[in-house]
């Protein structure tokens, strides 16, 4: 196919070319209500952009998109990596049916469960002790869990992490369709992977047969730009459509297609010459930071660190502890001393997202920043909550999820023992510390309560000074 082409792109500058009025939605008339302000702030052109009738352009797009990455699909979505992950699991699942799920999921995951009626069967991520991280759950884990529940629907796995660590996909693939079930894998920060050789093998490649994807994660999307990629034959490409047609939005934007379009045609022109520059800089960056001893910089190293199969370099993990300052801190001093935003601060570190988007000025300011930072550390302003081995906070799933979720519920200040009603996730990266049908325990609750108060984002918290917590009225044992 011709890649130079951007059909929704054309489409837009088609309808603005054509002398056309129209009478239907949007109501702003391609900004004709814009006053100078909105105008100023949010630009005429991204109002002019905004027409609903280029998404007759998009099929086409996707054809262009699937035979770029070398899938049989591609299937673009406007409301975010979220809704993309709702539609690829009532794909594959449904009610009742068992789920292998690595436990390590972003919330969007436990929606669709709960959405889904589905009974999960958790893998557990695997604990690394040394650098008190997660990483994803191990192929033997994978074929451990298959030779328990044979009634499996499908396998669900995220990778890599919000720390660049990543699953052993193709051994995963090989597993769940020996099995006879496809698998499903959220990656979504890893649009870009397909077009160059020294990022994670991309999990269309690896085999998978739905990969959900965010464009504006780490690429040139509009936020909440989002596909779902389709391999091989065991995922029904027309329940894929209905199910996102149920699920989505009968308005979406043209500026979110556009912005895929062009991503996709940017990444086949210049994608590889891009990613090459992005890498060499993102080297020169780790090896200047990697002279600084009070800093900890993650590195290809982690490969082969228990179930670590791939890395993913634009991921810069930084592990701050041994300056004695928690990463929410250093993720607050980033931000107001240096007016630098991170990606993620917790217990330990910082995570940067680098993209082939940051100029070599961009990385410049970021190594001073770090550079300051160990020249001339803040005093520690709080407690870095101590983070509980995995296996503390391994809970018990003692009610189905959806059941767990529409059970009436009350709030009390001592949940120990009692089952979740709510989801609890810590952000970014937003994977919940617990999720509905889950058994509080002590580790949890201290966890989630000193993580607060270091700074900790909880954002979906049903009480959110975690005061008290949404529990079960009345327990109903599993199955
Ligand atoms: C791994 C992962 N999956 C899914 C999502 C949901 O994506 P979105 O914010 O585009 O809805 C996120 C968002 O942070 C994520 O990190």
Redesign the pocket.
């Given at each position: 196919m011709d890649q130079r082409k951007t059909p929704v792109l054309d489409a837009i500058e088609q309808f603005r070319r054509d002398d056309r009025y129209t009478f239907a939605l949007p109501g702003h008339r391609l900004g004709l209500t814009l006053d100078d302000r909105a105008a100023s702030v949010l630009s005429r052109g991204a109002f002019e952009a905004d027409v609903i009738t280029a998404k007759a352009a998009v099929s086409e797009a996707e054809e262009l998109m699937a035979d770029a990455i070398g899938a049989k699909q591609a299937v673009f979505t406007t409301c975010?990596?979220?809704v993309s992950?709702h539609t690829a699991m009532l794909t594959v699942t449904g009610p009742g049916r068992k789920i292998l799920v690595d436990r390590n999921v972003?919330k969007?995951v436990v929606a669709s469960l709960i959405l889904a009626g589905a009974e999960p069967v958790w893998l557990r991520p695997r604990w690394d002790a040394e650098n008190q991280i997660a990483h994803p759950a191990a192929a033997d884990d994978v074929a451990e869990a298959l030779r328990l529940h044979p009634d499996i629907s499908a396998v669900l796995m995220?990778t890599p992490t919000?720390y660049g660590t990543g699953a052993d996909v193709r051994s995963i693939a090989r597993l769940a369709h020996r099995h006879g079930v496809p698998l499903l894998v959220?990656e979504?920060?890893g649009a870009h992977f397909p077009f160059h050789p020294d990022l994670p093998t991309s999990a269309i490649h690896a085999g998978a047969d739905l990969v959900?994807q965010?464009l504006?994660?780490a690429d040139g999307g509009l936020c909440?730009a989002?596909m779902i990629l389709l391999c091989g034959d065991l995922v029904d490409p027309v329940d894929l459509r209905l199910r996102l047609d149920l699920l989505t939005t009968t308005s979406p934007s043209a500026l979110l297609y556009g912005s895929i379009d062009a991503f996709r045609r940017r990444m086949v022109a210049d994608g590889p010459q891009l990613l090459d520059d992005t890498l060499r800089r993102v080297n020169h960056l780790r090896v200047r930071l990697g002279k600084l001893s009070d800093l900890t910089v993650m590195d290809e190293l982690i490969v082969g660190h228990d179930s670590v199969a791939e890395w993913d370099p634009l991921k810069l993990s930084v592990d701050v502890s041994r300056l004695g300052l928690s990463g929410y801190q250093v993720k607050d001093w980033m931000e107001e001393r240096r007016r630098i935003t991170v990606q993620l601060g917790d217990a330990r570190r910082v995570v940067c997202s680098l993209t082939y988007s940051d100029t070599d000025i961009a990385l410049e300011r970021l190594a001073e920043g770090f550079e300051n930072l160990v020249a001339e550390p803040p005093a520690p302003d709080r407690p870095a909550p101590a983070v509980p081995p995995l296996e503390e906070l391994n809970l018990e799933q003692a009610m189905n999820p959806r059941e767990a979720y529409f059970a009436p519920t009350e709030q009390v200040t001592d949940p120990t023992g009692r089952v979740a009603a709510e989801m609890i996730s810590p952000y970014?990266?937003?994977v919940p510390a617990i999720l509905p049908g889950e058994r509080f325990n002590e580790a949890v609750v201290d966890y989630l309560r000193a993580g607060l108060a270091a700074g900790m984002t909880i954002p979906d918290s049903a009480d959110p000074s975690l005061r008290t917590f949404r529990v079960v009225r009345h327990e109903r044992a599993i199955g």
């Open positions: 975010g990596s979220t992950m972003h969007s995220i919000e959220d979504a920060w959900v965010s504006h994660k909440q989002s970014p990266p937003g």
